[in-house]
Nanobody
């Protein structure tokens, strides 16, 4: 049984930092591209960052470039999202997804095979 479990969310003031984790089980983790998406109330799920199998290639949406860093530890079956200089627009539920095909369409949610349950990030002004 495949499981992705996100953790690390919480309430933080604007300008603060959080580190999210996505722990995987039940799959050959190093075979998957893993991404973080987020969804704010009333909005569609949007791409945040993705990391390829080896960890050497990463992608970011423009609004988080220079502030967020995605990384992975395949030995621990875990992907991380380090988030700095947070602002209220970053408030959302953050989800991690895993894609076995490593599609070039890494920014599209439907390309992902598995999802976690999400972790809430709230940034106060």
């Amino acid at each position: 049984q495949v499981q992705l479990v996100e953790s690390g969310g919480g309430l933080v003031q604007a300008g603060g930092s959080l580190r999210l984790s996505c722990a995987a089980s039940g799959l050959t983790f190093s075979s998957y591209t893993v991404a973080w998406f987020r969804q704010a109330p009333g909005k569609e799920r949007e791409f945040v960052a993705a990391i390829r199998r080896s960890g050497s290639i990463t992608y970011y949406t423009d609004s988080v470039k220079g502030r967020f860093t995605i990384s992975r530890d395949n030995a621990k079956n875990t992907v991380y999202l380090e988030m700095n200089s947070l602002n209220p627009e970053d408030t959302a539920v953050y989800y991690c997804g895993a894609d076995l095909q490593s599609s070039m369409l890494y920014y599209i949610p439907s390309r992902y095979d598995y999802w976690g349950q999400g972790t809430q990030v709230t940034v106060s002004s």
